[in-house]
């Protein structure tokens, strides 16, 4: 079933390289993964493209990097390159102390409570120092960076990071250094994440409704960034935050692959494979994160009457023309898939990597349209569908078991659809390989969904406002921090806080 070996030896892809072991190497390393099941997470062991175990699910890993200040960075951070996010008091109060202090550090911030620990990155509650303007700052310690390899991982994550400007995606306000730490400037989400949202909800799943708002999100999300030309590859409940609106961000980027990506405009609204070559405008490719797709204008959205779900489908709502006849006037789509793009490292969690991956057949953006599935199954059944009593058991079932739906609770045909058709095991039969985003949109599941007004929506659930101004600082954590991320966090005061 599992047989088919990759020849072993080294490849190469656009931004990482790494050894490529047999299916059975992987499959036996798997083994000695930890199984953090025992907190009922469904995280599993991450694994990175080391194919180690990069954390536990109760302490997850992430890295960073090694440029300076922003200031002096090339790309750096700013109000200027992230126009949806320009109206934000918390980009003018850092622009105060970097004018008044000629520069940003840690003691300009209030760390105030751990927020969580990565692979080698522990994420803490800031304020800005008497401005009340509140972030999660990731705190790395540069010297186990380098020692434990995870330099370029890191960079990923901060290259990326610079780059977003999406409601859904994490903005970055500063990365800067001191002479131990590399520290990320985050937007803080006070409402969790969705892996913990989901155990308090009746039976441990959500409605079909709210998950259907949740994936939306992401699926968003994830458009912009195939657009971008970085592939998640990390999709789980566990990176998906809770913001204090609802609506949620996807968090964790250190296992990104960042490609080139050819950008469509296709004109046809019923396009297969064939509509795209002839119809198309292409872009010429643009390296991820280094320029910003020029070829697309995004005419501002008004959120007036938000309406996520339109009560009416959009067969009774397409025009008519004088003799009654509807009259279909197909709007253009963009297309902006990586299809092109190839990595043969063995990232992900478990439960959630694709077939491809586990095979080493080599991958490609389709891997972000499987983990789609598997988290669409999740929120709605409340497990994954292909977990296994351990690790190994679980990337055989990946690669062999056929898909199953447990007879309860009841849901959609439609819901069931679409997870079967991002479940097919062949990444070039899976739904969304050849126009990405685009495909999955259409999807009865998603019928009268606006998507322009996503962002505008009700959510399911706002989380209760937490008093932030009430918490006291966190006393050493620089000190804390600095006797790296994998000690034991005993120097931090410990409370419920979500
Ligand atoms: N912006 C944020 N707002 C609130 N909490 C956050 C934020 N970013 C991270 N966290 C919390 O901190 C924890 C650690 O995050 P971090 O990104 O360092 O690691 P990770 O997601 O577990 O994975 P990795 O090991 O790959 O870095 C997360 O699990 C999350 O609970």
């Not at 898909?403 to 095991?425: G, H, M, N, T, Y």
């Not at 019928?447 to 399911?460: D, F, H, T, Y």
């Amino acid at each position: 079933m599992m047989a088919s070996k990759t020849p072993e030896g080294s490849l190469t892809n656009s931004s990482q390289s790494m050894s490529i072991n047999t299916l059975a190497d992987q499959v036996s390393s798997s083994l000695s993964f930890a199984d953090p099941s025992s907190d009922g997470k469904t995280g599993n062991s991450k694994i990175n493209e080391q194919g180690e175990s990069g954390k536990s699910s109760t302490c997850r890993p992430s890295t960073s990097s090694d440029i300076s200040d922003e200031s002096t960075c090339s790309s750096f951070s700013s109000s200027i390159n992230k126009p949806h996010k320009a109206n934000d008091v918390r980009w003018e109060a850092i622009q105060a102390v970097r004018t008044k202090h000629g520069g940003l550090g840690l003691n300009h911030f209030r760390l105030l409570k751990r927020l969580g620990c990565g692979d080698i990155g522990t994420v803490h509650l800031a304020e800005l120092n008497g401005t009340r303007c509140y972030f999660a700052m990731k705190v790395m310690d540069k010297t186990a960076l380098a020692s434990r390899k995870k330099l370029l991982r890191a960079q990923t994550e901060r290259e990326i990071l610079q780059c977003l400007d999406h409601p859904f995606l994490p903005t970055l306000y500063s990365h800067f250094e001191t002479e131990k730490f590399s520290c990320l400037v985050m937007e803080f989400c006070p409402g969790g994440d969705l892996h913990t949202l989901r155990q308090r909800q009746p039976g441990k799943r959500f409605t079909e409704q709210a998950a259907k708002f949740y994936v939306a999100e992401v699926l968003l999300a994830m458009e912009y960034l195939h657009m971008l030309g970085i592939i998640y590859r990390d999709l789980k409940p566990e990176n998906v935050l809770v913001r204090d609106d609802g609506h949620v961000m996807l968090s964790d980027f250190d296992l990104s692959l960042r490609c080139t990506v050819s950008l469509s405009i296709v004109r046809s609204a019923n396009v297969g494979s064939e509509g795209l070559s002839k119809n198309s405008v292409s872009c010429s490719q643009q390296p991820a994160c280094i320029q910003q797709p020029s070829c697309i204008s995004m005419a501002p959205t008004s959120c007036f009457g938000p309406r996520f779900f339109s009560s009416k489908s959009k067969k009774d709502k397409k025009p008519k023309t004088e003799n009654g006849n509807h009259q279909v006037t197909p709007l253009p789509e963009l297309v902006a898939e990586p299809t092109g793009a190839r990595s043969m490292s063995f990232v992900g969690t478990h439960e959630y990597l694709a077939p491809e991956i586990i095979k080493g057949e080599g991958h490609g953006s389709a891997v972000d349209w499987w983990t789609f599935g598997i988290f669409l199954y999740e929120l709605l059944f409340g497990k994954t569908p292909f977990k296994g009593s351990g690790n190994r058991a679980t990337l055989f079932n990946v690669v062999g078991q056929p898909l199953r739906f447990p007879e309860s609770p009841v849901v959609s045909f439609a819901a069931r659809d679409l997870i079967r058709s991002l479940l097919v095991k062949e990444p070039q039969h899976r739904l969304a390989y050849k126009r990405g985003a685009t495909e999955i949109k259409q999807h009865p599941f998603f019928e009268g969904v606006n998507w322009a007004l996503v962002r505008c929506a009700s959510p399911p659930e706002i989380p209760k406002p937490v008093d932030l101004e009430a918490l006291n600082p966190t006393p050493t954590v620089p000190a804390a921090a600095s006797s790296s991320v994998r000690s034991d966090q005993s120097n931090y005061l410990e409370f419920d806080f979500f």
